[in-house]
């Protein structure tokens, strides 16, 4: 809570916006209070106990205040599409509107669309409109545009899923199945595509086993197949579910890591309009990926469907500039500043799970499914006001959560768990990745410290200064494990179970 006192007459939004441009999010108060004075006790200190309850509060009471400047229009317009509500004001808090990491990425990409930079760190610690407007700048440089071909180095989480030898690698996909009541227009489909596998290069990449390990290679635009995508007709069948299900295993089993393409469609005629399969290997894309195709595949569709030559936005650089840089940073001074804390993780001694017995091996068909669904009241909660007690974010409260359970289950006070990251880190700031398709997350070990005799509050906020410590969210574990010099004195093999 904060008070305020004085002679002018000061609007609490625009103290509000003072406040959140100068410190970082965590000091500014949630809720602001004006008083005729500061009651003092009779040593002239200030009489906390005699200062009242704040009523409302700035982020969650306040009443809508319309964007002034073109900053502010553009950001409350960026942020109400990405948030999905109907109007963003400049005192609203984006994490207590439901942002969260994924989500501030959709920010800043389609920000640039607009023409403006955001860093990433600048929306956590300045997440109002009015305090982030500040922040935000005119985009000066524009990304290499020309067509990538050639080699492309592997990332840490390529050469882990490579290292795995599965048997069957080809198929660890990712998939969606779109659908439309009125149905696709194949010809525009097919053109959207041709544009989608020309503009987002590493939907080219192919994966070719040497004698010493696999390597990458960024096919180029007339390079063989780009992609399939195929036709089938079930509109006159009555019960196509199975039909589908089998045709579209058939797909996915059909990618070739060292030939390609790595991108199959399957186009399903059904009785209830169509249904478009897309499937896309692992190694070439992610969730954060996925958002970007979704966009760029309905603008491209809609252009193409209109008769209007398919233009996307400009492209940010690309997945190979990326692998590079971060082959580079993974043997700089940065990561020799992360060493010792990795180290410490690494040589860590951690309790075993409790087994009824030991396996040489796990299978996925071993394994079961458990879906727990909440109601509207209960997801909105957690979304927009658990986080208000302590400051934290999605990760803190179910990591705690994670942690208290695997505590009251095998009394194992330091549980590690693996963590993944989207990946997209600040960590080469000449770097825009914002519009960038690729395989970018990250994995790394995590301690939660359940410490017997802790009450909720102290392990939630043990948990998240944890986590906070973890230097760049994590990125530099695998560059440490894969790519840096320094693995060949010391390896970093921990695997959580």
């Not at 990304?143 to 592997?154: I, N, P, R, T, W």
Request: with cysteine; aromatic share 6%; hydrophobic share 40%.
């Amino acid at each position: 809570c904060g008070y305020i006192t004085g002679e002018t007459e000061l609007r609490i939004e625009e103290v509000q916006a003072a406040l959140e441009a100068g410190l970082p999010a965590h000091m500014v108060p949630a809720r602001l209070m004006r008083l005729e004075t500061i009651p003092l006790t009779s040593n002239g200190k200030i009489d906390r106990k005699a200062l009242p309850e704040p009523e409302g509060s700035i982020h969650t009471g306040v009443a809508y205040v319309a964007p002034r400047t073109k900053v502010e229009q553009v950001l409350a317009t960026v942020w109400a599409g990405v948030l999905g509500v109907e109007a963003v004001g400049t005192q609203d808090n984006f994490f207590e509107l439901g942002g969260d990491s994924i989500k501030a990425l959709q920010v800043s990409s389609r920000l640039l669309q607009a023409g403006y930079r955001l860093e990433m760190k600048d929306l956590f610690s300045h997440p109002t409109v009015s305090a982030l407007a500040l922040k935000v700048q005119s985009v000066t440089r524009l990304a290499d545009q020309s067509e990538v071909v050639g080699a492309v180095k592997l990332t840490p989480v390529q050469h882990w899923f490579l290292e795995q030898n599965l048997a069957d690698a080809h198929h660890h996909n990712q998939s969606i199945m779109l659908h439309s009541k009125d149905g696709f227009d194949e010809a525009a489909l097919r053109t959207a595509m041709d544009q989608m596998v020309s503009h987002h290069d590493a939907l080219r990449i192919v994966f070719r086993p040497t004698e010493h390990g696999y390597e990458a290679w960024n096919r180029a635009i007339g390079e063989g197949e780009l992609y399939t995508l195929e036709r089938i007709d079930f509109s006159h069948e009555s019960e196509v579910s199975a039909a589908i299900e089998a045709k579209a295993n058939e797909i996915q089993a059909g990618i070739h890591l060292s030939e390609g393409p790595l991108v199959k469609l399957g186009l399903f005629h059904c009785p209830d309009g169509d249904h478009l399969l897309m499937v896309i290997h692992h190694l070439v894309v992610d969730t954060v990926s996925w958002r970007i195709l979704f966009e760029d595949l309905t603008t491209a569709y809609e252009q193409a469907l209109n008769g209007q030559p398919t233009r996307l936005p400009h492209k940010t650089d690309s997945f190979r500039t990326w692998a590079e840089g971060q082959s580079h940073y993974a043997n700089g001074p940065e990561m020799a500043a992360e060493l010792a804390f990795w180290q410490e993780v690494e040589q860590g001694v951690y309790e075993p799970l409790p087994k009824d017995e030991s396996p040489s091996h796990s299978l996925n068909k071993d394994s079961e499914l458990m879906t727990v669904t909440w109601t509207a009241q209960e997801t909105g909660q957690l979304l927009k006001q658990a986080h208000r007690a302590y400051n934290t974010d999605m990760n803190d409260l179910l990591l705690t959560a994670l942690g208290l359970a695997i505590h009251r289950w095998a009394g194992i006070e330091r549980v590690l768990v693996n963590l993944e990251g989207h990946g997209r880190e600040s960590i080469l700031p000449e770097l825009d990745i914002t519009r960038t398709v690729g395989w970018f997350t990250t994995q790394f070990p995590v301690v939660l410290d359940m410490s017997a005799g802790q009450d909720l509050s102290q392990r939630i906020k043990q948990v998240k200064e944890g986590l906070r410590r973890i230097p760049q969210k994590g990125i530099g574990y695998g560059m440490l494990r894969y790519l840096s010099a320094a693995c060949e004195q010391e390896r970093f093999v921990t695997e959580p179970e």
